[in-house]
């Protein structure tokens, strides 16, 4: 059973920096592509980062702002992230698909985490 949790959101000003955490189970993570999407109040759900044992890559938006990596032995995916702006509010997902090369497209994904909300305010 595929299981996703993610934690580490919270309230952070503009221009800081926050680490989200997206522990998986019930699978091996070099087998597939962990995304993490962010979901803002009635927007749709939008891509913003993904990684595999082959690749890593990132939406125009936060380039050079976040960075994704991984702790193989705890099983854990990371996205920090940096230089934080009002924009970046939302809820973000980690999801999982089951592709080593990262195909964006949120449909690909099949297993997701409850999401974690991140407030980027004064």
């Known amino acids: 059973q595929l299981q996703l949790v993610e934690s580490g959101g919270g309230l952070v000003q503009p221009g800081g920096s926050l680490t989200l955490s997206c522990a998986v189970s019930g699978f091996t993570l070099n087998e597939y592509c962990i995304g993490w999407f962010s979901q803002a109040p009635v927007k749709e759900r939008e891509g913003v980062s993904w990684?595999?044992?082959?690749?890593?890559s990132y939406a125009d938006s936060v380039k050079g702002r976040f960075t994704i990596s991984r702790d193989n032995a705890k099983n854990t995916v990371y996205l920090q992230m940096n230089s934080l702006k009002p924009e970046d509010t939302a809820v973000y997902y980690c999801?999982?698909?089951?592709?080593?090369?990262?195909?964006?497209?949120?449909?690909?994904?099949?297993?997701w985490g409850q999401g974690t909300q991140v407030n980027v305010s004064s």
């Open positions: 999801a999982a698909s089951r592709q080593t090369w990262c195909i964006r497209a949120a449909s690909l994904f099949t297993s």
């Open positions: 990684l595999s044992s082959r690749t890593t």
